[in-house]
């Protein structure tokens, strides 16, 4: 089992409609968790990170934490074209590490 | 200067060159991180320092050496690589350990490295 996974997609959705994005994670003991944004020819920008079990919401994002499920997601609301990237899920080692393991990402397309 | 500066942007070297990437963070950050990037693949760390010590080295071959003379400054030296080298290589900060810190990463801009 991979330690960090995602699905590559593409996920294409509508503008205006909700993009949900998932990642599932192999260390149960794992504590932060974090989503990246990388357009194409990029590098990746730090967009959420969320430590505790439950939802948490920053404009137009939700970044959701299920740590029974080993189960992390990202909602993005009112999906714009500028949104078009590959969302890259983190997920820190247990035991307090600062090193965080990446998933293969989600390509997400918004089109008009 | 702010933020995490990559340099060069874009390297192409032969087989037997020997070349170095640089890395310099503006952000006060105690970690620093190399990762590679290759397509079709999730981002694969190579090495951590924190506070200047190195505390991960991914297996990597020994023709990638990184050097970090303070916690500012991170160089990946290359020497004899292979083709299959080619790829984007990413630097990064962060807060870690010590630092109270959680690990949320600020990367450069990359180094986009091709092996003939």
């Known amino acids: 089992q991979k330690e960090v996974e995602q699905n590559s997609g593409p996920l294409s959705v509508p503008e205006g409609a909700i993009a949900s994005l998932n990642c599932t994670y192999s260390?149960?003991?794992?504590?932060?968790f974090f989503w990246y944004r990388q357009y194409s020819g990029k590098s990746p920008e730090l967009i959420m990170s969320?430590?505790?079990?439950g939802d948490k919401e920053d404009g137009r994002f939700t970044a959701q934490l299920n740590k029974a499920s080993q189960y992390v997601s990202l909602l993005i609301r009112d999906s714009q074209p500028s949104d078009s990237a590959t969302y890259l899920c983190?997920?820190?080692?247990?035991?307090?590490?600062?090193?965080?393991?990446f998933g293969r990402g989600t390509s997400l397309i918004v089109h008009p | 200067e702010t933020g995490v500066t990559q340099t060069p942007r874009h390297l192409v070297m032969g087989m037997t060159n020997k070349k170095s990437l640089k890395c310099e963070q503006h952000?006060?950050?105690?970690?620093m991180y190399w990762y590679k990037q290759s397509a079709k693949k999730p981002l694969e760390l190579m090495f951590v320092?924190?506070?200047?010590?190195?505390?991960e080295n991914n297996s990597v071959p020994s023709r990638f050496s990184p050097e970090c003379p303070n916690s500012s400054h991170l160089f990946l030296h290359l020497h004899t690589l292979q083709p299959e080298d080619s790829a984007l290589y990413l630097c990064?900060?962060?807060?870690?350990?010590?630092?109270?810190?959680?690990?949320?990463?600020?990367f450069g801009e990359g180094s986009r490295l091709t092996v003939l």
């Open positions: 969320i430590y505790s079990n």
């Open positions: 260390d149960r003991g794992s504590q932060s």
């Open positions: 983190a997920v820190n080692k247990s035991g307090g590490s600062y090193i965080p393991t």
């Open positions: 952000l006060g950050h105690n970690a």
């Open positions: 990064a900060s962060s807060q870690g350990r010590g630092g109270g810190g959680t690990g949320e990463l600020f």
């Open positions: 320092y924190s506070l200047e010590e190195r505390v």
